[in-house]
Every structure is written in C-alpha cells, then in structure tokens.
C-alpha cells in the first residue's frame, strides 16, 4: 500500500483533527501515540500484549539499532517487522536525536555527523544519505530526515546554522531514498524563534514531504512557550499532511497538542515512568512506593480496565516494586500504556463530537502543573 | 474441599504412577511440577500466562513472606491466593529449608531456631507454632511441617540430631494445625543415610500425614547416590499418599524420580537457568548468549509450540539478552516452563500407556550427564 493521510474531521472549536494514516502495514487512526521500542522492543512488553491494549504503531530507534545488533543483520532476519514480530506500521528515527542528545562527544559538519558509540566509544560517522539507507535496511513504514537538534536554551546563530543544514540533509535524504512503500518525513527546526520556525517549515514543505515532524522541542523549554512557538508552527504546515510532534508524551502536553492540531506522538515517559514507580490514574499521578499503599487493597486506579487494574492491588504491585519483582515493572508500563492509549481513544471520540477542548479541561484539571514536568 | 489423594494408575514396569489430587483450589494431575513463586510471583510471570503454558499449582516460600511483606499484611489482603491474584492450588514450605540454607547464622535448639534475616540482619525465632501460624495466614492449600535440613557432607550424629527434631516437630506442627482445607505434609530427613531415612519414614509416617516430602536431597550429593536413597526411601511410603521430592528441578531427574514413583516436584532452576540464557530444548541444552546464535533465524526449539517459539527467533532472543531487555528473560522463563509442563504432561501420558521407562530413555539420552549437575 502507497503512504497517504486523510483528514477525516477538524473539531469545530479548536485545531484538533481526526485522520487516516494508510501505511505498508495498516491503517492508522489519528491522533496516535507510538510508544518507543528503542532497541526494537518497548520494554519488557510482548507484540501481542501491545496489540491488546490498543497500540497501533511503534517507534524504534535507528541510533540503537545501526550499533546493537546493527541493521545489516536486522536486513537479514527480513526487517524490524519480522525481526521483532510486530506486524503493525513502525516508524523510525532517522538516529540524529540520539547523536545529538545521548553522545557529547558529536561534531558536526555539512558533510554528516562525527560520534563516538555510546556503548564502546568507537568513532562513526552519519551522513543524511547514511541515515536513509540504514532505514531501508530497517524496513520501518515511516522513516525520517537526519535532522540537527539544537540544545535548550541555544544561541540563534546556532540554531540558524542547524536549521539550514537540516533543509540540506533533508534534500539529500529525499535525493537518495527509493523505497516506495516507506514514507519519508520531513523534519522542522528552529528552536524556540518563531521566524527560523516559519522559514524552517516553509522551505521544508517546499522540498515536498508526505509528512512532517517536528524536532526540537521537550528539550527543557518552558511548557507555555513550546506551545506557542508549536501553534504558530502549525499554522505554517499543510493542512493534508500528517503532523508529528517528536518526543513529546506526558498526558496534559498529548491534550494540548492535539488541541492544536498534531497527529502523531512518541515519547517513552510513560513506559520510563513506569519503571520508576510512577503511573496516570483517572485522578492524578501516583507513585506506588509511597508507604501510603502498603495496606492499599484497591487497584492502581479503579476507573481503569487494564490488566494490572482487574487483576491486582496496590499493595500487591507495591510488595512486587520495593522487593524488586520484574513483574511489577510489566504491570505498571502495561497500564501506563493502557492509559495513555485510552486517553487517544477518548480524545478521538471527543474530536468527533467536536467538544474536544472541554475533554481536555476536564482531564488536565485533576493533574498539577508540576505533574508533568 | 477437603484434601484428597487417588492413586489412578502406576507403570507397569516402574513405579511411575499417576494420581489426582484435590485441594480447596481444585483438582491436580500428579505427576506435577511446581514454580516457584519466592516472594507472590513466578518471576516476571503474570497468573493468566501461567495458567496458559500449563501450571497446575504454584509453590511460594514462607521465610520470604514473613519478612516481606509479611504474613498479617497477606492475610489482611485475603491470603495469598488473593493477594497474587492465583486461584489455582499453593503449596507454601515452612520456611525452614531457607533458614538452614540462606542464612549462615542460624542456631538451632529443641524450641524452635533462630536466625538473621537475609534482608536487613534483624534477629528472628521460628518455632514448628509459627511456622503452622504463619502458615495458615497465608492460607495456601498444602502446607509443610518445619524441619531442620542438613547440608552435605554431614556427620552422621548431626543428620541423626536433625531427624530426631524434625520428628518432634513434625508432632508439634499436627497439633497446633486446625484449618481443615489446608492440608499438612510431613517431611521425611536422614541425609544419605539408609538407615536413617527408614527410620525417619516409619516414625513421619506413624505421626501420620496427608502426603508427605521428601527433603534434604538435591544439596551437593551426587545423583546416583541420590537416586539410591532415594528407591529406598520411597518403598517405605505408603502407597496411598502423594510423594513430594523438595527442590529437584532438572528435567532428567524428574523423570527419574518420577520412574520411582515421586508425585510432585518444586525448582527454581527452570526459572534461574532462563535468567542466565540458559533453556532446555528437544535436542539438549543451549545457552542463548552464545555467538552462534547471532545470525540463526530459527526459533529457540523446533519441536515447541511455546509463545517464545511460535513469535521469535535465537538470532532475536540473543539480541535482546545481550543488550539487557528484560522480555528476553520473559520469554526464556515462559519457554522453560512450558518445556517442563510438557514434559511431565508427556510422561504422564506414557505411564498411561505404560511406557514411561523407554519415554525416560529416549528423553535422557538427549542430554549429557553434566548438563543438570
């Protein structure tokens, strides 16, 4: 199947959109959260268990995966799908956040990339087109430009230079890729001007893309100015295109760009919060380590249908946590995930009865500011 | 349901035999295999999968739960089938194995033996009363009497010593019991001692239980020598009663002690072995961090019909393994059960058919001597 997106329903009162996301492997209801299987899995999670309880797509990382197992053997096994038995669309990165963000050692020229491998130190060198063929190999429905990603807060200059070279590496991933059943983004920059944003977006969608994310942001900025400068970067993007807004995923910061109209989302906060103890309730955030739950015999959150919540206490997973029994981490990313996938769920059907924006209010109202940041 | 033991069929060319036993939680097919759920949980299995690759019946370890999170807090949640969310059959041990064996600070006496926590080096008393008590909140539906275990190699006088108090506190634990739906199994002892294990027999079996274990086995000695005392010690049971061997676990002695007519067997080393990468196959043993298996697309056995199986591949097993992803270590866990469940599901069958020394056969001859030692 040829990529293609259609926009199904705008909410009457906001810019929040219904869509369909035809890729290779399935079809797509947006909005969508891709939980994050870094190492072609989400941790600790089963393919089938994921299917269960509503995910639609995966994101897994090229950066992880060009360096352990490496994607020439991943080509072998017959690509990521077969590879990691997930039947369902994947999209890939295209490894340059990781560069950016995991390596300090990385040294950037128009050419590519200079990084040393986190896990053993040894020297590498991406270049855009590099970026692709791997991606190829990988097989993903959705691959993405090798972008630069600036650090917050940074200096316009250089946020100007990494907007520039992200247009050229965009064209030369666009020159290279091939792969007709793999769609390739574009991706946005410009940090938090809103100028280099517009001039980033206008000249991206100049080269022509069958979607677009949007990088840069949840790298320490303040909340309000992130949704301003996202806002005004929507306003710029073609309506007909899918919309991503990368490595975003705690719950109120889902509903407001939803309400802004983006339409694909990855993050691991829900599964990292998981393992730390921390999960979304129908009421709040909580963390099952506090000694409040030792003699709690209710489940995580009694609003909820997960597999965790039908079937143990808060005390039990609280036993299971502190004596530092595995299968509380499962528990905990299963609901997390349940819920956040849930809250899509939700915030569809709210999407097409128009009354998004009161769906969000009542969901952000019962999480603190300090909740997510 | 009050319990009970059948004795349905033994081989007619060994003593394999095949029994249903009926608990308060239903009705088991014996010969059976217990997991071990140390602290509530078959690591980093949930109950439903259990259930699903064929346990019948788990086993939990009374010393872990009384320091964590312990027994008043289990009982308060509903006692331990609750509390785990495991409707099936429990069998908890008295916690002594793990006092004798965990800690090298206990000291014993005729009252009871002290000891040190393994968790924070607190100072404890467990008496044959306690072990009953504590036992009975946690409510499983077989329980066992406190005995002293021995380590090998021991003198002869101290396994004597050992066999004395496990007597006297086998009468102590049947007097202080009450709760008719859990049923309380003696302990035979007597190291590798002919004589001793008889006398420990005759005198447990006069005391009179419904089932009785066999301990002190699978703590250094050699097989052959375990398996000679161990024919002995079961011509001396009486036939009408299940036959627990304690802690033997290897897929080839299991079937050998169930050609002697052993009904029930608990192990942590299915569960243990898959942590390390290490699992049973049709064909012998393999362990999965082995290079070999980078690049081999075929799935951890042919011959299993397992989830791990049937979804993945060594080449992807291994990768997850070698990069630390937890649901390697899952689905290693899941295959080793599930290979366990359907080898005994498989014997039983055979001692049906009378058949179960050439099954034994052909199965032994699989592996080598020193890939169970």
Redesign the interface.
Known sequence: MAFNFELKHTDKNCGARLGKMITAHGVIDTPVFMPVGT???V??????ELKKIGAQMVLSNTYHLYL??GHE?IK???GLHK???WDGPILTDSGGFQVFSLGKTFKVADEGVHFKSIIDGSAHFLTPEMAIEIQNDLGADIIMVLDECSPYPAERKQIEEAVERTLQWAKRCKKIHYVKEQALFGIVQGGIYKDLRKHSVQSTVEIDFPGYGIGGFSVGEPHDIMFEILKNTISCLPEDKPRYLMGVGNPTSILEAIGLGIDMFDCVLPTRIARNGTIFTSTGKLNIKNSTY??D?DPLDSNCNC?ACQ???R??LR??F??G???A???LTWHNLYFLFNLIDESRKAIANDSFLDFKKSFIKRYTAEDFE
């Open positions: 190492r072609a899995v941790k600790i999670m089963a393919p089938d352990r197992p053997l072998e096994a017959g590879f990691m038995n030792a003699k015999f597999y079937n143990f206490s005390a039990y036993h299971l502190k004596v029994e595995i299968l981490l499962r528990l």
